[in-house]
């Protein structure tokens, strides 16, 4: 693979660690291909700033879906962000997945996809990935734990997503995945 870039950043904003544990795995894939890899954690005292950007850096957002739209702290983030026009960004965003037996179900994205990408779009950035990853859900007030052996297999599928994912858009390939559950997530608006 030979990718189009030189750099990869990626700033993460993550609770339970699925998002982190995302962002592990996409930085893993572009140090595997040469690239200087960064993950800068998103908190309270984090300033929406970057230094050089040029056109061989790609720009991550991958962040946990809070109430089926982005964390609100992660939205000022993104809205307080740098304007860099054509620079090019992704958006991953975790949410709660299950395994019904061997059907893996997705969890829903709501807004969390598509609210950050116009706010980006609006300041110039090229959106060349949107894609929401069904790591387990953490909401045991609904449903009960997950075995370790279900956590093993969502892990191992999700990984295997975030890997063809990093792989496409490192190459210059456009991943919109989030378009396919759009029917799903502008239900859960209404």
Not at 2 to 26: H, M, P, Q, V
């Amino acid at each position: 693979m030979k990718s189009l870039y030189d750099r990869l950043i990626i700033y993460c904003f993550s609770g339970t660690g699925n998002a982190l544990r995302a962002s592990e795995w996409i930085v893993k894939n572009a140090q595997n291909e040469g690239l200087s890899a960064t993950i800068i954690r998103i908190n309270d005292e984090t300033k929406p700033a970057i230094e050089n950007i040029d056109g061989k850096t790609l720009i991550g957002f991958v962040y946990a879906t809070h109430g089926f739209n982005a964390p609100p702290l992660m939205l000022e983030f993104i809205s307080l962000f740098p304007s860099y026009p054509n620079a090019d960004v992704f958006l991953v965003n975790t949410r709660g997945g299950m395994k019904l037996y061997k059907i893996f179900t997705p969890g829903l994205s709501g807004a969390a996809q598509f609210l950050p990408a116009l706010i980006l779009r609006t300041k110039g950035y090229r959106i060349v990935g949107m894609q929401p990853l069904d790591l387990p859900s953490n909401w045991i007030s609904l449903h009960p734990g997950i075995r370790t052996s279900v956590v093993n297999s969502i892990h191992q599928r999700c990984r295997a997503i975030m890997e063809r994912f990093s792989q496409k858009i490192l190459t210059g390939k456009r991943v919109y995945t989030a378009f396919w559950s759009l029917p799903f997530d502008l239900s859960t608006m209404t």
